[in-house]
C-alpha cells in the first residue's frame, strides 16, 4: 500500500512538471516570446536556459521578472531593449517566468 502511495506522489509531481512545460512552451509560444527568445540559445533577447541561471536562488527574482515581461526593460542583458507585452496577462507572466526560471 505505501509503496503504491509512493508511486501515485511520484507520477503526479512528474505530470505536474510535464503540465508547467506544457503550459510554459505553450504560452511562450502563443505570445510570440520565440521571435526573440530560445530555450538554448541567445537570439535577440537572451537563451531562457541562461536567464534561469543569472536569476538561480535569488529572492524575488519571479516577481522582478514578471514585472520586466510585462512592463519590458533594458541594460539587463545589452543595450537591446525588451518591449512591454500588454498581451500578456499577470497571471501568464507568473507562468512564462516560473517555466524559464526552471530551465537547465
Not at 507520477?11 to 505536474?16: F, G, H, I
Not at 533577447?45 to 519571479?62: I, L, M, R, S, T
Not at 525588451?82 to 496577462?89: G, I, K, L, R, T
Amino acid at each position: 500500500m505505501k509503496r503504491s502511495l509512493l508511486i501515485c506522489a511520484l507520477l503526479s509531481a512528474t505530470a505536474s512538471g510535464y503540465a508547467l512545460a506544457d503550459a510554459g512552451l505553450d504560452l511562450a509560444k502563443a505570445k510570440n516570446c520565440l521571435a526573440c527568445h530560445s530555450v538554448q540559445n541567445k537570439v535577440v533577447g537572451p537563451a531562457y536556459k541562461d536567464v534561469a541561471a543569472k536569476f538561480a536562488g535569488q529572492k524575488g527574482a519571479e516577481d522582478m521578472l514578471v514585472q520586466k515581461v510585462l512592463k519590458g526593460s533594458t541594460g539587463t542583458w545589452g543595450a537591446i531593449p525588451m518591449p512591454a507585452n500588454p498581451q500578456v496577462s499577470d497571471a501568464e507572466a507568473h507562468t512564462l517566468v516560473k517555466w524559464i526560471l526552471s530551465q537547465k
